[in-house]
């Protein structure tokens, strides 16, 4: 008897622990209420191209050029750094820059531009991954999303803009020793400073006739 | 000179040793980082430690046993992983035009009904074919592993809501809710392990696996409950784990076994079996804990911090080996 009692009761809190634990409805009408179409939903995609269009191009035309962003790295790398942003904690750091000269080599993978002051750098046409895009401004802020998966659906959207709307051109009007302006995203480790090979995330790109000092 | 300690001052001394090197370590970091003793370091560094006082509390029963889970930490990440994708995502049948939605609680249920099963599991496989716990747990390793990346596609799994982000981020009665947690858990099994039938059988089959069959004791039963129960309490981490982050991360426990069998071996439990106790666990917990915290306030490489961690598992099963022989 007193074993039944005990199968009764341990019956009784299963069924109200599934009870409380799952809960059914149509597909069809979750997928509405909760898909990328739904109303409050986060569109990333929107978002990225309001945030291009409206704030990150027009960040551009204060962006610190990169000449004289790497004197500044190699003489005093801790000011340098306070011009940077990042939205997460640690070492990874990131410039908005722009900067111009000319294009010494062109590869699958990158165009290598030569700056006026003789320093190298890859502009990325191949690999554009990464949170540089997004960061780099310093306009993002992370108490604007709900969460995480909403941050990173809008750096992918912005790498895809990139890809979109800067590499293209950029690979098909490189040509060594043409004369380029550009504008784009520089990551950088805080800790571990190498400023012998700098990737560049584009984010506009012009070429012109003649270098402009 | 040669110091001379009175005769009855060694049990003493052994029986407070780690509470004794926790006192050292804490005056050592104190003295060297001002950081280390504010109420904002003291309440992260027992939020950190709750996830492996929950692990190494499962692993002290087994090691009691006179056995080792390696898959402790994959079972985290797995028992995180099923938790949070069925909370995020639910169940879709795309047949019968249903969605299988699942509460914070049925996701609660779901994390720790996997990491019972995975340990459950363990225990069939060692008892039922004979198989050294170091090889049937260290393949548990690698299964658990392989299915948190399959279950999600090797992404995080992010967005969780607030109520489930309570159990990782949250404050009860002025204390975080991971050592609310920590402390039941602690509870129960310094409860189990003193006060009933299984606890004794788990020390008897420490002690002596042959002479605790000779007495009648389901040697089978308890081993299974054993790793059932370890596994559900790295269940429990993986949950604290996935709310603290508000992210189950694929590769989250990566050697999180090594930290909770150090916690065990520093907390004076012989890896041989049948000697040991939960709050010595828990002594070794914080001490590791503390160890951590003080690395990285003293902003010591990560790649020293391993190597100082090696040195002191190193030397506390030193100093157990050297025990035992005296004892």
Same mark, same amino acid.
């Given at each position: ?36 179409? #739904? &109303? ?8 990225? =191209?309001? $945030?291009?269009?409206?704030?990150? %191009?027009? !960040?551009? @035309? ?69 949170? #540089? &895009? ?8 992370? =108490?604007? $999303?709900?969460?995480?998966?909403? %941050?990173? !659906?809008? @750096? ?58 | ?327």
């Amino acid at each position: 008897m007193k074993k039944t009692l005990q199968y009764v009761v341990l019956a009784a809190v299963l069924v109200l622990v599934a009870f409380k634990s799952v809960y059914f409805e149509k597909l069809s009408t979750h997928k509405a209420a909760t898909g990328p179409d #739904a &109303a409050g939903k986060f569109d990333a995609a929107s978002y990225a =191209q309001r $945030f291009w269009t409206e704030k990150l %191009l027009p !960040a551009t @035309a204060q962006a610190p050029d990169l000449s004289a962003l790497l004197t500044e790295l190699k003489a005093n790398p801790q000011a340098a750094f306070a011009q940077s942003h990042a939205l997460g904690i640690g070492n990874i750091r990131y410039f908005l820059v722009r900067g111009a000269g000319t294009v010494a080599k062109v590869d699958k993978n990158d165009v290598t531009v030569r700056l006026a002051d003789g320093n190298d750098v890859q502009l990325a046409t191949e690999y554009v991954f990464g949170n #540089a &895009a997004r960061d780099a401004s310093g306009l993002i802020r992370n =108490q604007d $999303f709900d969460n995480t998966a909403d %941050l990173n !659906a809008l @750096a992918e959207q912005l790498n895809g803009l990139i890809r979109a709307r800067v590499v293209p051109g950029l690979r098909a009007d490189a040509r060594p020793g043409s004369a380029v302006q550009f504008a784009g995203a520089l990551e950088l480790n805080q800790a571990h400073l190498h400023l012998d090979k700098l990737e560049v995330m584009p984010l506009a790109v012009t070429f012109s006739p003649t270098v402009k000092p | 000179m040669q110091l001379a300690l009175p005769a009855n001052s060694r049990p003493l001394l052994l029986k407070f040793q780690s509470l004794i090197a926790l006192f050292v370590l804490c005056l050592g970091i104190s003295l060297l980082s001002d950081k280390f003793l504010t109420g904002a370091n003291f309440w992260n560094v027992l939020r950190q430690i709750s996830v492996n006082v929950c692990i190494s509390t499962g692993m002290t029963l087994v090691v009691l046993t006179a056995g080792i889970d390696l898959s402790v930490g994959s079972v985290l990440a797995l028992a995180g992983a099923i938790a949070a994708g069925l909370l995020r995502n639910g169940i879709a049948l795309t047949g019968p035009d249903l969605f299988i939605g699942f509460t914070v609680l049925g996701a609660v249920v779901a994390g720790l009904g996997t990491g019972t099963a995975l340990g459950w599991f363990n225990g069939w496989v060692i008892t039922r074919f004979r198989l050294p716990p170091f090889v049937a747990t260290l393949a548990m390793l690698t299964i658990a592993r392989g299915l948190t990346m399959l279950w999600t596609g090797g992404f995080p799994i992010t967005g969780l809501g607030d109520s489930f982000d309570y159990l990782g981020t949250g404050w009860l009665l002025g204390i975080p809710v991971p050592v609310w947690v920590s402390g039941l858990i602690v509870a129960l099994a310094v409860l189990v392990t003193n006060k009933t039938r299984l606890g004794r059988y788990i020390y008897a089959i420490g002690g002596s696996e042959s002479a605790a069959r000779l007495s009648g004791v389901n040697i089978n039963r308890v081993k299974t409950t054993v790793y059932a129960l370890a596994g559900a309490l790295a269940a429990v981490g993986g949950l604290l784990v996935t709310a603290r982050l508000d992210s189950a991360q694929p590769n989250a426990g990566s050697s999180y076994e090594l930290d909770s069998i150090a916690a065990v071996v520093i907390g004076g439990t012989s890896l041989a079996g049948g000697r040991g106790s939960i709050l010595g666990t828990v002594q070794g917990a914080v001490i590791i804990g503390v160890l951590n915290n003080g690395l990285v306030l003293l902003n010591v490489s990560p790649f020293w911090q391993q190597v100082v961690k090696g040195f002191v598992i190193l030397l506390a099963v030193i100093i157990d080996k050297s025990n035992a022989k005296n004892d």
